[in-house]
């Protein structure tokens, strides 16, 4: 069973830090695309940064230049740097991966969401 975590969410005043975490229970991460989503209170669920298989990164317009994706495969985990927060960043924010044995078997896992909340 994949099961994805995230972790390092919190309470930070605007201009802070905080780095998130994605942690895979097996190596699922390797070659294949991962994002970062985040949910906001009455909101759509948005794209906010993506690692594909190749290492090649791409952001939404609105974190561009504040926010990192990388990954670590030796630990099968997927990291999220965020910098500059500001309020509008609050947010639930997701790890998703479509991954599968087989091409038949490919299906999207999510995690459980960390909350993030930027004081003014």
């Known amino acids: 069973q994949v099961q994805l975590v995230e972790s390092g969410g919190g309470l930070v005043q605007a201009g802070g830090s905080l780095r998130l975490s994605c942690a895979a229970s097996?190596?699922?991460?390797?070659?294949?695309?991962v994002e970062w989503y985040r949910q906001a209170p009455g909101k759509s669920r948005e794209l906010v940064a993506v690692i594909t298989g190749g290492d090649w990164t791409d952001y939404a317009d609105s974190v561009k230049g504040r926010f990192a994706i990388s990954r670590d495969n030796s630990k099968n985990t997927v990291y999220l740097q965020m910098n500059s927060l500001k309020p509008e960043d609050t947010a639930v924010y997701f790890c998703h991966v479509k991954w599968g044995p087989t091409v038949e078997a490919i299906r999207d896992y999510w995690g459980q969401g960390t909350q993030v909340t930027v004081s003014v």
């Open positions: 097996g190596n699922i991460f390797r070659r294949n695309d």
